[in-house]
């Protein structure tokens, strides 16, 4: 089945403990994303990925890593988490050219207290 | 930059009423556009999509029209039932880079009985 898996799909932290949301998808995409969705707002981008080694910042990329090494995983890096990074985060993946469909991953809740 | 704008929820409607969701864009060139439907603890999956003017995408009922000259991509279904409680983003894809997919803020619809 094709899919974008990301873990763990709910985490609570404490300020300044780095954490690593992990995303892999199956599609053989060369595209990927990470958006936070937060009310009111609705997806914006932090970072996006059209390869491998091929990264670049989004909308909103303050307080964030990224790193493709491989095409299948596109893990997403909070160095030192703070609580205005409470959000829904979710991985995306696409064939790559513009217009085409976007698949998500389920979202991972992530609270920073 | 490109961006969309929708119609601001949330949306109560009774089951088989008519359903109008308003999603307006502002983009350069000519840009693919999108509905996407969040069902309650999900990710984002594609309802239907629009790739040049004048082309309806539709899909489980639910349809838009991509209307260049009122910029618009405005989501309908005839006759809501309660499974299509959900949050519905309207999104566009521009040609500033591959995939750079712009989200409205998103509506959020309950029907009840």
């Known amino acids: 089945e094709a899919q974008v898996t990301q873990n763990p799909r709910y985490l609570i932290t404490v300020t300044g403990k780095k954490l690593t949301v992990t995303c892999s998808q199956n599609?053989?995409?060369?595209?990927m994303s990470w958006y936070r969705q937060d009310p009111g707002l609705g997806l914006r981008q932090i970072y996006y990925s059209m390869n491998v080694e091929a990264t670049d910042k989004g909308d909103v990329p303050e307080g964030y890593k990224v790193s493709r090494k491989e095409k299948r995983n596109f893990p997403l890096i909070l160095e030192s988490p703070s609580p205005n990074q409470t959000s829904l985060y979710f991985c995306?993946?696409?064939?790559?050219?513009?217009?085409?469909?976007?698949?998500f991953g389920e979202g991972s809740w992530l609270t920073v207290v | 930059g490109d961006s969309v704008t929708q119609m601001e929820g949330p949306v109560t409607l009774s089951e088989e009423a008519f359903l109008t969701i308003n999603c307006t864009y502002t983009a350069t060139g000519y840009p693919s556009l999108f509905w996407y439907v969040q069902y309650p603890g999900e990710g984002l999956q594609l309802l239907l999509k629009a790739t040049k003017a004048d082309d309806k995408g539709s899909n489980k009922g639910f349809e838009a029209t991509y209307r260049k000259e009122t910029t618009s991509f405005h989501l309908e279904k005839g006759s809501v039932q309660v499974s299509d409680s959900a949050v519905y983003f309207c999104?566009?894809?521009?040609?500033?880079?591959?995939?750079?997919?712009?989200f409205g803020a998103g509506t959020r619809l309950t029907v009840k009985p």
């Open positions: 995306a993946s696409s064939p790559g050219t513009t217009g085409n469909t976007i698949y």
């Open positions: 999104a566009l894809s521009g040609q500033a880079h591959n995939n750079d997919m712009r």
């Open positions: 599609m053989n995409h060369e595209y």
